[in-house]
T-cell receptor, first 117, second 114 residues
Framework: NAGVMQNPRHLVRRRGQEARLRCSPV?????VYWYRQLPEEGLKFMVY????????ESGMPKERFSAEFPKEGPSILRIQQVVRGDSAAYFC???????????????FGQGTRLTVV | AQTVTQSQPEMSVQEAETVTLSCTYD???????LFWYKQPPSRQMILVIR??????QNATENRFSVNFQKAAKSFSLKISDSQLGDTAMYFC???????????FGKGTRLHILP
């Protein structure tokens, strides 16, 4: 049973371009969480999604950032018109249901390191 | 708002020694969970140990144990018989039972020296 898969592992974008980060949850998991890790910082919550629904996006910047988790396919975190300050590692975690992130079935992916040049 | 504070940015200990990483948190919630995550150079986030706030008994996982002091809002991690593979960033984290947002501290970089 594969864990959470994130791709790409590394992504380089020029300022103003779009970045699309993909997260495939553990098979059977219907809940996905995105976190951002700035250099030398802990992870900060961005958004929590269920299939076709955004449950909590209180950590998402108001502009340029969006996330989706369609019925079929991976969850996508999209950053439009990237700026240098968007450079960070973006982590995805999945769980089988609400309030179960704390279970041993909750996994984090290996992250996508976004570099904006 | 909940906050998690790790006051030790970096620590080094000799292999086989015991090391304790500090963590304090602030919350008005009564029901919550606390975690320690390990992030090795591979960047994978690995759950090391978790503690339910309603349990008085300190959690233990092999060489890893916690000292949970609820009144003091303290949650330290003790690593016994440290090994070279324990070298990593360690993050203390908090989650209340109302939602699944995990709040992380800024981390402690631990070096195990041969």
């Amino acid at each position: 049973n594969a864990g959470v898969m994130q791709n790409p592992r590394h992504l380089v974008r020029r300022r103003g371009q779009e970045a699309r980060l993909r997260c495939s949850p553990v098979k059977g998991h219907s809940h996905v969480y995105w976190y951002r890790q700035l250099p030398e910082e802990g992870l900060k919550f961005m958004v929590y999604l269920q299939k076709e629904n955004i449950i909590d996006e209180s950590g998402m910047p108001k502009e340029r950032f969006s996330a989706e988790f369609p019925k079929e396919g991976p969850s996508i975190l999209r950053i439009q018109q990237v700026v240098r300050g968007d450079s960070a590692a973006y982590f995805c975690a999945s769980s089988p249901g609400q309030y179960s992130l704390l279970s041993t079935e909750a996994f984090f992916g290996q992250g996508t390191r976004l570099t904006v040049v | 708002a909940q906050t998690v504070t790790q006051s030790q940015p970096e620590m080094s200990v000799q292999e086989a020694e015991t090391v304790t990483l500090s963590c304090t948190y602030d919350t008005s919630e009564n029901n919550y969970y606390l975690f320690w995550y390990k992030q090795p150079p591979s960047r994978q986030m690995i759950l090391v140990i978790r503690q339910e706030a309603y349990k008085q008994q300190n959690a233990t996982e092999n060489r890893f144990s916690v000292n949970f002091q609820k009144a003091a809002k303290s949650f330290s991690l003790k690593i016994s018989d440290s090994q070279l593979g324990d070298t990593a960033m360690y993050f203390c984290a908090f989650m209340n039972t109302r939602d699944d947002k995990i709040i992380f501290g800024k981390g402690t970089r631990l070096h195990i020296l041969p």
